[in-house]
């Protein structure tokens, strides 16, 4: 009997993965373990193996390179020696998302009132019409004859009339369709929202030692161009930073899992990463223990593998904190969101130069920035949240005794 493959379940969140290609061709010896497929599934493109033997056969009427597929839809067969293929697979047909208990009526036709008289419409199709979908008739020039009633009695409510308005408006717009990744990205936002009880605070610290750090390290590379050596980042340095004050504060790491929490032997930090596709979080091992150099060349390492498309799904999980930096683009404060299983999140914003009060009443010009930290209430309570924001300012204004 044909062996089926399926497309398997890869993640809690995943539903549906990107079909990238077969790394088998169609009559090939499979071995349980060999590589069978590719498939590009929360945010990452991963090799998926075989769990039978035998001998592939992919129907045409099969997925095709970049088809979206739905997680246990047939993708191919496997056969035995001499056994006869089944002629297609059986084709699944898209779930039916729309809830009906909150579903707007659809609109017939989206007809626009001819009158612009002060008198409110009246529906002519036998359908009684509420004064406020009268009244949203009259501003958006709907045709109430033209709607199909939602409301008891079949009666035209204000909803129907801003469903036509809303579809009306969106004639002649281009449909861009959702990705795998952006679909991933939003499914992992709304379970953050629904499952964890954010809150932001903000601190403002003194980056002007940061920044002599950073030249500091600039000046130490090695000059001759033929030398390969890993300059760390502002980034880097929040990295090592950020561990640091974790050390301090654990509950700022710790994780959910299920009903309790989980907190780590190491402390793993992923970070932020703007590409063409989306935002990925790679995720840099052990910064407790790393040195500044192990951190930076991980650091480079995953971004550029990121930004190239490259990353596995391994590199993208198990962190116990995200730091994300938007600093870079001008942003001096935001609220980041929490990336579940973790409880807190910090954003980095863009260091600005200004003018510092001194104690005799004279200025001084020094670099200055905003920490954003999110954190789950459910783990952490605002003082505690604040004395690792404390902590973590005093380590980032001087940095030589967190780093060097």
Same mark, same amino acid.
């Given at each position: 009997m044909p062996i089926e493959i399926q497309l398997p379940r890869l993640g809690w969140s995943m539903e549906e993965g990107k079909f990238l290609d077969w790394l088998k061709k169609d009559g090939d010896l499979i071995q349980e373990g060999e590589p069978l497929f590719t498939l590009e599934s929360d945010k990452a493109a991963q090799e998926i193996e075989s769990i039978d033997a035998g001998i592939l056969y992919i129907p045409s009427n099969g997925p095709k390179p970049g088809d979206l597929v739905q997680v246990g839809q047939v993708l191919g067969y496997l056969l035995s020696k001499g056994e006869s293929a089944p002629g297609t697979v059986p084709q699944r047909s898209g779930a039916n998302t729309e809830d009906p208990q909150i579903k707007l009526a659809e609109p017939q036709a989206n007809g626009l009132a001819e009158s612009t008289g002060e008198t409110l419409p009246r529906a002519t199709a036998g359908h009684p019409a509420s004064p406020r979908a009268r009244r949203a008739a009259m501003q958006h020039r709907v045709d109430l004859s033209t709607l199909s009633p939602s409301g008891q009695g079949g009666r035209i409510r204000e909803c129907d009339v801003l469903a036509a308005a809303d579809s009306a408006s969106s004639v002649g717009m281009k449909s861009v369709p959702l990705t795998a990744m952006r679909r991933s990205i939003a499914a992992r936002l709304m379970h953050s929202r629904q499952t964890t009880v954010p809150v932001t605070i903000t601190g403002r610290c003194d980056a002007t030692e940061l920044l002599a750090l950073r030249r500091r390290l600039k000046s130490n590379s090695p000059s001759d161009q033929q030398s390969i050596a890993v300059i760390p980042t502002i980034?880097? @340095?929040?990295? &090592?930073? /950020?561990?640091?004050? =974790?050390?301090?504060?654990?509950? #700022?790491?710790?994780?959910?899992? *299920?009903?309790?929490? =989980?907190?780590?032997? +190491?402390?793993?930090?992923?970070?932020?990463?703007? %590409?063409?596709? *989306?935002? #990925?979080?790679? &995720? @840099?091992?052990?910064?407790? /223990?790393?040195?500044? %150099?192990?951190?930076?060349? !991980?650091? !480079?390492?995953?971004?550029?593998?990121?930004?190239? *498309?490259?990353?596995?799904? @391994?590199?993208?999980? *198990?962190?116990?904190? /995200?730091? +994300?930096?938007?600093? +870079?683009?001008?942003?001096?404060a935001f609220t980041p969101v929490i990336n579940p299983p973790e409880s807190a999140i910090l954003g980095i914003g863009a260091i600005v130069r200004e003018a510092v009060p001194l104690d005799d009443g004279t200025f001084v010009a020094r670099d200055r920035l905003t920490l954003s930290l999110t954190f789950d209430h459910r783990v952490n309570d605002g003082a505690a949240a604040a004395r690792f924001l404390l902590t973590l300012r005093q380590l980032i204004e001087q940095p030589f005794q967190g780093v060097v």
């Open positions: 980034n880097d @340095i929040f990295l &090592v930073l /950020t561990a640091a004050a =974790l050390g301090q504060h654990p509950m #700022l790491a710790a994780r959910w899992a *299920g009903d309790h929490l =989980l907190l780590p032997e +190491s402390i793993h930090i992923g970070i932020a990463v703007d %590409t063409e596709a *989306g935002l #990925l979080v790679p &995720v @840099i091992r052990a910064v407790d /223990t790393a040195t500044l %150099t192990q951190v930076a060349t !991980q650091s !480079q390492k995953l971004i550029a593998e990121a930004r190239a *498309g490259k990353l596995a799904a @391994i590199d993208m999980h *198990g962190a116990c904190f /995200t730091l +994300s930096n938007l600093g +870079s683009l001008g942003v001096e």
